[in-house]
């Protein structure tokens, strides 16, 4: 049963009831058409009340459905609208908590609304790429006025019922206190004999010179929606609301959503949409898994990863001590945290009392004595094993028995860190990223021993701090940072053949990455990936790189920081100025291995970039690294600034076709440097069987 029928009196109530947010499946939509059917022959019944059970009048569409056949079978959403605003009955809408998408667009369907103060009233379609595709862009602005209607619909963002309460969408808009059914029910005994019903539909859309105000928000919101079609989309349905008869408008709005639900754009968005949610399923770890209380945290070491990582638990209400090994590196790591909140604050984006309370929940220490009793502890010191080791033995020692021991580390073999303890089972690596208190991106490391209740406390964590925590295996890089080698390796390649920083940036941020990888560089300290690669040479000698970045280095060029990189730098400007020597650096280094310079497309600057990340991302799933193709999507999406619009590396390989993939790789694996390209297995396998990663 997914909506209940009861009459009172001479009023039917029919209750969506479809947990967790009555979304309009198939099957609640059958019972809700049902319902009115039932009012309709029931002769004592003169009015329909349609309300929700719950947590939500509707949240809309049922997203169990989508993609499969059931969103589309009958009675379609349409049907049920219709079905609700022909009624000769007259049919109330009595909204509560959340009314967005598809259950606004019922409402809009019905003859009168009535809701309580503080429903979330909302058209969020155009998050997910698409347009509101069930009348919403024809009827919001009957009721809304145009300027409203278009702000909600182009920015998809809730409205509170109360502030809509002097608007035509509601007939009333109850007290707090008051009983949502039975007042719903009354009203409806007082306008259950007017006639003709009231429709949304025949009402106008009044707005003087609405071709100005079209055309301005035309433009804005071009400007503003970069590579996303639907948004300008919106702007256009909703204009036929105007400009068009109700019918015609609703023929336009139908051909404009089928249009933006075939774009790769919107697919990209319902593709990371799912991925969000999948991520945090881990088979061999049930829902039900019981999970460790975090109510007290610690972190060891006060640097740029342990002040962010400490921010995160202040703002989840979690206290932090941070322990350091200097009382000098403790006040630096808790007066930039300090300063951190005050900038928020001078935003207008944390009140005072809140930076109180923040601040309140933070201390330091020296001594370990004092963090025993956290429930996590997170260790972001010095990226040395020797380090790590001293710190995971004292830990062991002081830990309470159950607390969580976790590792940002970001390149260190974790099963290692976790045999210097004598409980494998509680140690795990909970990867941040620059900067932690930003980056939505928590790599959750599942060593060979952690515990199933460990991982399951740490993805719940992961919610509590609003990050998108993903799982990775334990390898050299994990699934982000091993991927990222392949793309920078090949960076490095294109500079010896004939490319040099500013052409590869600009090709990749085109493409649409925030940054360029040698931007990034310069961002992040081109002496860090130096200091691997030193490590390298001596473990891993078979791997090749090109020296180009080792010879910037040497010049001193470390980036930002030093005011100078692949790019100059002025003193208060971000901007990025190419520099002669370090070309003409690039352009000897070719000469000097006996390359000659040639010609590089763009295109062969992304495909090598791109091609050489979604190779080595074949490799992690087919190790069984990462899970899911769609997780290591989500680590690109949250963590490196791949282009929302593409939808990751994997989605975006199968958008091109892996067979297409597969052959450019080929080709590649003939060029310059080309053992770096060994197609893995997997790859190979899906193109040759015309599958996907993400299928
Ligand atoms: N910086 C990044 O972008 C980044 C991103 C992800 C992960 N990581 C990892 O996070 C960890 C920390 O990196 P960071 O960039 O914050 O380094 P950092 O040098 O900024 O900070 C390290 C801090 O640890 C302290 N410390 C050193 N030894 C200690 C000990 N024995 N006990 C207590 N404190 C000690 C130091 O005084 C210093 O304040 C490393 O494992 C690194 O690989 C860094």
Redo the contacts with the bound molecule.
């Keep these: 049963m997914t909506a209940e029928y009861q009459v009172h009196g001479t009023v039917a109530v029919i209750t969506l009831n479809n947990p967790p947010v009555n979304g309009l499946g198939l099957a609640t939509r059958t019972a809700a058409v049902k319902g009115i059917q039932q009012a309709l022959a029931d002769d004592t019944v003169k009015a329909i009340v349609i309300t929700g059970a719950g947590k939500a009048f509707s949240g809309g569409a049922d997203i169990k459905e989508f993609n499969s056949p059931k969103a589309l079978a009958e009675p379609s959403l349409h049907t049920l609208i219709a079905t609700a605003e022909s009624s000769t009955k007259p049919v109330v809408a009595a909204i509560h908590t959340v009314c967005m998408g598809g259950g606004l667009e019922l409402s809009l369907g019905c003859h009168y609304r009535v809701a309580m103060p503080g429903a979330q009233i909302a058209l969020p379609e155009v998050k997910l790429g698409l347009l509101p595709g069930a009348g919403g862009t024809q009827r919001l602005p009957r009721v809304l006025g145009l300027e409203m209607a278009l702000n909600m619909i182009v920015s998809g963002t809730p409205v509170a019922s109360d502030k809509l309460a002097n608007t035509a969408l509601f007939d009333a808009v109850f007290t707090a206190d008051a009983d949502l059914v039975s007042s719903a029910v009354a009203f409806a005994e007082t306008i259950a004999d007017v006639r003709p019903l009231p429709k949304v539909r025949d009402r106008k859309v009044d707005y003087p010179n609405h071709e100005a105000f079209l055309q301005f928000s035309r433009n804005t919101v071009k400007a503003m929606s970069g590579p996303f079609p639907a948004p300008l989309e919106c702007v256009e349905t909703v204009a036929a609301s105007v400009t068009m008869k109700f019918e015609d408008g609703m023929k336009f709005e139908r051909e404009r959503f089928l249009h933006l639900i075939q774009t790769t754009e919107s697919k990209a968005l319902r593709h990371a949409f799912f991925a969000e949610r999948v991520a945090s399923k881990v088979p061999d770890v049930p829902a039900d898994t019981p999970v460790r209380a975090i109510k007290q945290a610690a972190v ?9 990582i400490a921010m995160n638990f202040l703002n989840a209400g979690i206290p932090v001590v941070m ?4 009382q000098e ?1 403790l006040d ?2 808790l007066a930039t945290i300090r300063k951190n909140y005050e900038n928020t604050m001078k935003k207008g984006k944390l009140t005072q009392e809140k930076f109180d309370q923040r601040m309140a929940l933070v201390s330091g220490t020296l001594a370990y004595e004092d963090i025993g009793q956290a429930d996590i502890v997170v ?5 040395d094993m020797g ?2 080791e ?2 995971f033995r004292k830990l062991d020692e002081v830990m309470k028995p159950g607390a969580i021991l976790a ?6 073999d974790l099963n290692q860190i976790a045999g210097f303890t004598k409980r494998p089972q509680d140690v795990i690596g909970t ?4 900067p ?1 208190n930003v980056m939505k991106l928590l790599e959750i490391v599942r060593g060979a021993q952690t515990g199933k209740d460990v991982l399951a406390t740490a993805l719940a964590l992961s919610k509590k701090l609003k990050k998108t925590g993903v799982v990775s295996g334990v390898c050299d890089g994990f699934i982000g940072n091993r991927m990222i080698e392949q793309y920078s390796r090949q960076a490095g390649f294109l500079l010896e053949e004939g490319a040099l920083p500013e052409q590869v940036d600009k090709a990749v941020e085109k493409f649409g990455f925030a940054m360029g990888p040698f931007r990034m560089g310069d961002l ?1 300290g081109n002496d ?1 990936g130096w200091a691997i690669r030193k490590r390298r040479y001596v473990e891993k000698p078979e791997i090749s790189y090109s020296k180009t970045a080792d010879l910037l280095c040497e010049m001193g060029r470390y980036g930002q920081k030093t005011g100078a990189g692949w790019y100059d730098y002025k003193a208060g400007d971000r901007k990025a100025y190419p520099n002669e020597q370090v070309n003409a650096m690039i352009v000897q280094h070719s000469a000097d291995i006996g390359v000659a310079r040639r010609k590089i497309s763009d295109q062969e600057i992304v495909e090598r970039l791109v091609y050489s990340m979604v190779n080595e991302a074949a490799h992690i799933l087919e190790e069984g690294i990462a899970l899911r193709a769609s997780d290591i999507d989500m680590v690109y999406l949250t963590g490196y600034g791949f282009p929302l619009f593409r939808g990751g590396p994997m989605f975006y390989a199968d958008t091109v076709g892996l067979p297409n993939v597969l052959a450019a790789i080929n080709k590649y694996a003939k060029g310059h440097q080309g053992s770096a390209w060994k197609p893995a297995p997997l790859l190979v396998k899906l193109a040759e069987e015309g599958k996907g990663f993400n299928s």
């Design positions: 060891i070491g006060a640097g740029t990863m342990g002040g962010g322990l350091e090994t200097k590196a630096k790591g260790e972001a010191v010095f990226e380090v790590k001293a710190v590792s940002n580390t970001s390149t260190l990867h941040f990223f620059s932690a992040a860090i």
